[in-house]
C-alpha cells in the first residue's frame, strides 16, 4: 500500500509516517518502481505501535526503546513496565505543572473585574514577570 493508504488505515497523518521514517523509528519503507513509498502489514503494524505509544506520551527515544522490546521475544517484561512507569511519572509531573498554571491564571481571574475599567491584575502579573 502507498503511504497515503498506510495512513489511512492507521489512522495518522502521511506525514507522521515520513517523520517517523526519518527520526528512525519506522524503517524506510521499500520503494516501488516509480518512487512511491509501499509499506506491507508488518509496516504498517510498526505504525500502528508507534501511533499508539505517541497517544500515550511517549516520546522518540522511549519509543525507539519499546520497539526493540517489542520486537525483541526474548525481552524481559520488567524493562517495558519500567519504561511505562517512567512514562507515567512523566505524565503525571507534567498534569501537576498544568494544574497549577490553571490555578494561577484561576487566581488572577478572579480578582479581575472584567468591566469596563483598564485596571486588569491578569495583565499586571504578566507584565511583572515579563521584567
Request: charged share 25%; proline share 3%; net charge positive.
Amino acid at each position: 500500500m502507498t503511504i497515503g493508504e498506510a495512513a489511512r488505515v492507521a489512522g495518522v497523518s502521511a506525514k507522521a509516517i515520513r517523520t517517523w521514517e526519518r527520526s528512525g523509528l519506522l524503517p524506510g519503507a521499500a520503494r516501488a518502481g516509480n518512487g512511491y513509498r509501499r509499506y506491507d502489514g508488518s509496516d504498517l503494524a510498526t505504525i500502528r505501535f508507534i501511533a499508539r505509544a505517541r497517544s500515550l506520551g511517549f516520546g522518540v527515544e522511549r519509543i525507539r526503546g519499546l520497539l526493540a522490546l517489542w520486537q525483541d521475544r526474548g525481552r524481559p517484561s520488567a524493562e517495558v513496565k519500567s519504561l511505562a512507569a517512567a512514562q507515567v511519572e512523566e505524565l503525571d509531573a507534567q498534569a501537576d505543572a498544568l494544574r497549577a498554571m490553571a490555578n494561577s491564571l484561576r487566581h488572577l481571574a478572579a480578582h479581575c473585574q472584567g468591566d469596563a475599567r483598564p485596571d486588569c491584575p491578569i495583565l499586571e502579573e504578566l507584565a511583572r514577570s515579563a521584567s
